[in-house]
């Protein structure tokens, strides 16, 4: 199965809706109740891309999953940590798009210098869990009752993976900063040499 990796336009906002609407109606993995509106998930888009990648991953021309980079924190000493979102269409996990999607994701932060990233899983959500392990990333601590969705209370665990050496840090330099060169440079990554 070939899959394309590229970054999200605002033009994709319907198809990403349509893979996170049943995370939200229907799971605990998404903390949010109601399904964003077409305009707040183009919004979204366009938000995040000023700062931090926002990718989608294609088979055949549709979009079957998508991931990005937000701000760890607002505070300027945390500019050089980012958290993690990834969702994927139900019909195609298992099928390493995830790990594609994430390779690409984790080679641009480097390029704008990310030192560490973060990922907040609801827990128990044994796939999410195993697929961060598979990266390298380490567990790190867990939040009791952090959220309350369908009259239930749910555990979120942090996990991280260092990605710079943090002997060498350098200004953060936004997604939108990046050279073309850069980022065709890493979405190549994603295909099978």
Not at 66 to 84: C, K, M, N, T
Not at 116 to 129: D, M, Q, R
Request: with cysteine; hydrophobic share 40%; aromatic share 12%.
């Amino acid at each position: 199965m070939s899959v394309n990796i590229r970054v999200a336009k605002k033009e994709d906002a319907r198809a990403i809706l349509d893979i996170y609407a049943p995370y939200v109606l229907s799971t605990n993995i998404t903390f949010e109740y109601d399904v964003p509106s077409l305009e707040d998930m183009t919004n979204r888009i366009c938000q995040t891309l000023d700062s931090y990648p926002y990718l989608v991953a294609e088979v055949q021309g549709q979009i079957v999953g998508y991931a990005y980079a937000s701000s760890f924190h607002s505070r300027a000493a945390y500019q050089w940590g980012s958290e993690l979102s990834i969702y994927l269409d139900q019909h195609y996990h298992g099928q390493a798009i995830g790990k594609k999607l994430y390779q690409v994701l984790l080679a641009l932060l480097k390029c704008m210098h990310i030192q560490n990233v973060y990922a907040c899983i609801t827990h128990p959500n044994v796939k999410s869990e195993r697929f961060h392990e598979s990266l390298q990333f380490q567990y790190v601590g867990c939040f009791h009752r952090a959220g309350y969705k369908a009259k239930q209370w749910h555990d979120v665990i942090w996990m991280e993976k260092a990605i710079g050496d943090p002997h060498h840090v350098e200004s953060f330099i936004p997604f939108s900063k990046l050279s073309l060169q850069q980022i065709e440079s890493c979405l190549g990554l994603c295909y099978d040499k």
